[in-house]
């Protein structure tokens, strides 16, 4: 009974601020003021010289700890948005969940934030914060912050890192330990799961086991979390350089089953498994590469075998080809873009890729030259590689694309000239095709990977 007492008055006094953070010199951490970028480094001197504190915190000294290049940096102050907004001439309040400023310099954007506390949070009926405007001192925001890794804030003036939480020593010991009671944490915001589950993934962390068992009970938790915002976290997770890594400790986790319609597509769907993970590894290399990458080829390709299963079963009904794949498209859309929350936007770059398929079947006449002048080829010619990659068609019309796409006029013509016997062995294929229901071949694709 009494050390139950003195346990509860401990976690207690764990879950306060704490009053003394440990300042770790730069010898110790290693991060000089030079690998944070010009413009953080520049907001923080005028806030600072303002008389505010500011550091830059969160990700970017995360990332810097370990050695990842940041993808951002974020700036955190103990002035107001106004009074931020009074600083710098280019700048303007961003106010959605959260009030904060973003701050232009040459280039770059900094996203810049109050120091905030958790107290007083309006909550849901199921404990989820609806708004946590109320600012507070720079200890309590570091305490509501979710992972002790992420608590950490970075002075580029006296080059040391303030640590409230331990932060550095978990980082060292590749552990992600979450700051205060996991499942209170979790109730506030179930996005939190997720974000873990990213995070460990992407930093080669483990989550600490009181963070990590409770993610399969309260998975359910996330069918309150509004559609948009879990697109969002969706996106980061997919756009993160480890996606497929991620995806699958979120099927670890049991986060997959039924919670986010994005997920079942990717890990559930009997369609073109093989196709899914090999856009998926596509997108990992690419933006680890630093290259571009799209959510409406993502998606494309994410949902390309619904619509291909669709197709012919509209072409064995006896439409056109054309048309056929044009409400294919809508169907399987229309189904989809609800239940994924994907942006009009979104949507429309989907359909361009696939409308290009076919496209890619006729080498005659001008047609190609034409084909070889639309914005989105080179999307469409990607997307193309990709099913010839996954087995669902042949290399050989991908790769005359590409011969096509870099010749001169002379080897085009050349090029166009030898498609007979290649657009043969294509009719062959789509007749051998058509034998077959679709199902069927999916199940065959299926059991290839
Ligand atoms: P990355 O940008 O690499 O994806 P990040 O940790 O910087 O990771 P952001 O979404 O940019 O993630 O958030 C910035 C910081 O804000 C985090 O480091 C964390 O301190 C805090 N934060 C973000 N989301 C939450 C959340 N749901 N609950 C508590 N704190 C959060
Ligand atoms: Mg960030």
Redesign the pocket.
Known sequence: MIRKLLRKVFRRAAEQPNREPALIPRERHGIAREQISPAARKTCAVLQDAGYKAYV????V??LLIGHP???F?VATSATPEEVRALFRRSRIIGRRFKIVHVMSGPETIEVSTFRAAQDAETDEHGRVLRDNVYGTMAEDAT????TV??LYYDPTTEQIIDYHHGVADLEQKTLRMIGDPRT?YRE?P??ML?AV??AA?LGLAIDPAARKPIREMAALLENVPAARLFDEML?LLF?GYAVRCLKQLREEGLHHGLLPLLDVILEQPLGERFVWLSLENTDERVRADKSVSPGFLFATLLWHQVLAAWESKKAAGEHAQPALFQAMDEVLEVQADKLAITRRIVGDIKEIWALQPRFEKRAGKLPYRLIEQPRYRAGWDFLRLRALSGEIGMDLPDWWERFAHAGHEEREALLRAVPAAGEAAGKKRRRRRRKPSSARAAETAQTT
Request: glycine content about 8%; aromatic content about 4%; cysteine-free.
């Open positions: 915190v969160g990700g970017a995360r990332d940041p993808k951002d974020d509501r912050r979710d992972f992420n608590a944490r915001d996005v939190r974000r990213r995070l992407k980061k993160s």
